[in-house]
Antibody, heavy 118, light 110 residues
Framework: QVQLVQSESELKKPGASVKISCKTSGYNFNTYAINWVRQAPGQGLEWMGWLNTNTGKPTYAQGFTGRFVFSFYSSASTAYLEIAGLKAEDTALYYC???????????WGQGSLVTVSS | QSVVTQPPSASGTPGQTVTISCSGSSSNIGSNNVNWYQQLPGTAPRLLISANNQRPSGVPDRFTASKSGTSASLAISGLQSEDEAHYYCAAWEDRLNGWVFGGGTKLTVL
């Protein structure tokens, strides 16, 4: 069965970096895009961008350029989200989710909580 | 402020039908498919409806959706207590070249 399993929660200090993993299984990793979605505490869903797992090209939404990097390791069927220069406002749940073409996000990871606090 | 707007809350009693609206523009809902997601408390979102009105496998037929022009709606019939959740619509936004989510609607089952 299709699964997206994310890394555990992280507590980081301002200015540090964090790298979240999204390990997929049960399907051909290179066939589906991986999207990243942020959910700040008590807030709604915000699309951060997507990673073309076939070409390796990342696309970042407005507001998620510069400090955010999408990457993947195809042989491990794993995608990554790295955030540099963490700020308090980066405190949120981060989800990975797959989709095909322009379709909906049909499978989601369980979410990785990143807390930024001194 | 999202480019796609939803009412922040909705409510109904068990057995009722509740409708949640999603309003956009010609550059998102007006020209692209709408997807709906359900987020139960403390869980990841789940795809409820894709391509305006298609239910993925496992989604009860109590959930139906439609799109007209630049608006879409999700209807939940035979409301049950386990339907209490946040519901989000989403569509591709041509001007931003990316996905946009509505702000979400919290459904309360009274």
């Amino acid at each position: 069965q299709v699964q997206l399993v994310q890394s555990e929660s992280e507590l980081k200090k301002p200015g540090a970096s964090v790298k979240i993993s999204c390990k997929t299984s049960g399907y051909n990793f290179n066939t589906y895009a991986i999207n990243w979605v942020r959910q700040a505490p008590g807030q709604g869903l915000e699309w951060m961008g997507w990673l073309n797992t076939n070409t390796g090209k990342p696309t970042y939404a407005q507001g998620f350029t510069g400090r955010f990097v999408f990457s993947f390791y195809s042989s491990a069927s794993t995608a990554y989200l790295e955030i540099a220069g963490l700020k308090a406002e980066d405190t949120a749940l981060y989800y990975c989710a797959r989709n095909y073409g322009g379709g909906g996000f049909d499978y989601w990871g369980q979410g990785s909580l990143v807390t930024v606090s001194s | 402020q999202s480019v796609v707007t939803q009412p922040p809350s909705a409510s109904g009693t068990p057995g009722q039908t509740v409708t949640i609206s999603c309003s956009g523009s010609s550059s998102n809902i007006g020209s692209n498919n709408v997807n709906w997601y359900q987020q139960l408390p403390g869980t990841a979102p789940r795809l409820l409806i894709s391509a305006n009105n298609q239910r993925p496998s496992g989604v009860p037929d109590r959930f139906t959706a439609s799109k007209s022009g630049t608006s879409a709606s999700l209807a939940i019939s035979g409301l049950q207590s386990e339907d209490e959740a946040h519901y989000y619509c989403a569509a591709w936004e041509d001007r931003l070249n990316g996905w946009v989510f509505g702000g979400g609607t919290k459904l309360t089952v009274l």
